[in-house]
């Protein structure tokens, strides 16, 4: 449990119900909420005005084009340190659960050389441990020495750690001291001439790993640092990670796949998909979950290619399934629906097909497609037999037999009452862009009957969306079903 100040005796008086009661309470609203009990009286504002800080966002310092770091006024630093000193009081300073450090692009703004940017990040990091309850904390393009990483590490009570573009320098000999986060963030842009060194070592070093549940990283340099140095140096493994997000990058698959024994409860894999796809990840590859003494369990989540989709996941458990692909047909991912339905039914020699015991546990369903037709939701039918929810997203870009074979939203919402979908299904998302025109303007019958009609087809399905148009179909017993 947190620790709390302690309380004025004539608030206490002054509150009807007990002061933890109103403070439980308080602590489930929102912030605009909050701003309005606070007005309300003076007990009030004293139990709920703390409650406002639970999230500091500092933005002190500018990057130029380069990414170069500046201050660019003293106005800054006077206004950002008695922001700092407030927060750190007792009376706001237990309330704190997050902090956010990260620079903004201010216009016109110019270097002055005089302000050294981490003036006040070393003040930061001499205040955070009065935020004894604090729970997050994010970096953007700071620099981390070993003085101020051991400042970090004094921080007991830090669950989850963000670091984009962020130069840690590695640290030695820190094993009793080591950061206890559950949940690990790192990112880094495509510049290395700021952020890649011998010294940095993105963090790794102080971070204790039997207490990690949760980690993303998206660059390659830094995911293969994590498997190789972090993971691949831990006897024991990561026992306690359940969660794990990494580029899809042909070298960290490699390295991760003989590694993957060390995870024996990981229960969601995603990769990360690139800004441009790398279309050497291998397709057929001998390789089973099976060879490793280490028992695996199958996982609840998978959100990556359809190609590595064979070679990570096993059948009995898979709940949550994200598919895309790196066959060369786009750049963002999208599978054109011939595709899919050679990864979803069989019939194209060149593309695997997907163990059918694994899709058939599947509940929720997201797919990056050039286009929505007849053969894609078929395939989605027949394949998925206790689906729940359905979400299609559609690349925006052109796609050469999109123009020809794309339905309308018209046409899918004419299909849905024609197309076998599972029962089970509650939650329907699909997008069309398609060029193709439409037979004419829905009228307000029209989809009054398909509305009727779904109803008593889908009994559970309770929204659906076309093309970015939401359609509520919740209704009441006695409910007039509205445009």
């Not at 300073?93 to 216009?107: G, M, N, Q, S, T």
């Not at 969660?243 to 990058?249: A, E």
């Not at 399905?461 to 093309?467: E, W």
Request: charged residues 20%; hydrophobic residues 40%; contains cysteine.
């Amino acid at each position: 449990m947190g620790q709390r100040p302690s309380r004025a005796p004539s608030v206490i008086a002054q509150v009807g119900l007990a002061p933890e009661l109103w403070l439980a309470i308080f602590e489930h609203l929102p912030i605009r909420t909050l701003q309005d009990v606070a007005l309300t009286c003076r007990s009030f504002r004293y139990l709920a005005q703390p409650l406002l800080f639970r999230c500091l966002t500092f933005c002190p310092y500018s990057l130029d084009t380069n990414n170069q770091r500046f201050i660019h006024c003293f106005e800054t630093v006077e206004r950002t340190k008695q922001r700092i000193q407030f927060c750190s009081s007792a009376r706001i300073a237990h309330a704190v659960r997050e902090c956010k450090f990260y620079p903004r692009y201010i216009v016109g703004a110019v270097l002055n050389p005089k302000i050294a940017y981490n003036v006040l990040l070393d003040i930061l990091l001499d205040t955070l441990p009065l935020f004894f309850n604090l729970q997050s904390l994010s970096f953007t393009f700071v620099d981390l020495s070993q003085p101020r990483v051991l400042k970090l590490c004094a921080l007991r009570s830090l669950r989850s750690l963000f670091l984009g573009n962020c130069t840690v320098e590695h640290v030695q000999s820190l094993s009793p001291l080591k950061l206890q986060v559950a949940d690990l963030t790192i990112i880094c842009d495509d510049k290395p001439s700021l952020f890649w060194n011998s010294r940095n070592d993105h963090g790794l070093s102080v971070i204790s790993p039997d207490h990690l549940r949760s980690v993303s990283i998206i660059n390659p340099v830094a995911a293969s640092q994590f498997l190789n140095d972090f993971l691949g140096n831990t006897p024991q493994g990561l026992l306690q990670l359940r969660c794990l997000t990494l580029p899809c990058d042909l070298g960290v698959v490699r390295t991760f796949r003989s590694l993957l024994h060390l995870i024996p409860e990981l229960a969601e894999l995603k990769f990360a998909r690139p800004s441009q796809i790398q279309h050497s990840l291998p397709k057929d590859e001998n390789f089973s979950l099976s060879k490793h003494s280490n028992p695996l369990r199958p996982l609840l989540k998978y959100k990556g290619p359809r190609q590595l989709l064979p070679h990570f996941v096993r059948p009995g458990a898979l709940e949550h399934l994200d598919l895309w692909s790196t066959r060369p047909v786009s750049t963002d991912g999208s599978m054109n629906p011939l595709e899919l339905h050679g990864a979803l039914v069989g019939g194209d020699e060149l593309v695997s097909v997907c163990d059918q015991e694994v899709l058939k546990t599947v509940q929720m369903l997201e797919l990056s497609v050039t286009h929505v037709n007849t053969i894609m939701l078929y395939a989605i039918c027949i394949r998925f037999p206790i689906l729940r929810s359905l979400y299609v997203y559609v690349g925006r870009g052109f796609f050469a037999d999109a123009a020809t074979q794309a339905w309308n939203s018209e046409m899918i919402m004419s299909a849905l009452l024609t197309l076998p979908l599972p029962s089970t299904i509650q939650r329907l998302r699909l997008s069309s862009h398609s060029v193709v025109p439409r037979s004419g303007l829905a009228t307000k019958d029209r989809l009054a009957r398909c509305k009727r009609d779904l109803r008593v087809k889908y009994p559970n399905l309770s929204f659906v969306s076309l093309d970015e148009s939401d359609i509520n179909l919740t209704w009441g017993r006695n409910r007039v079903l509205d445009y």
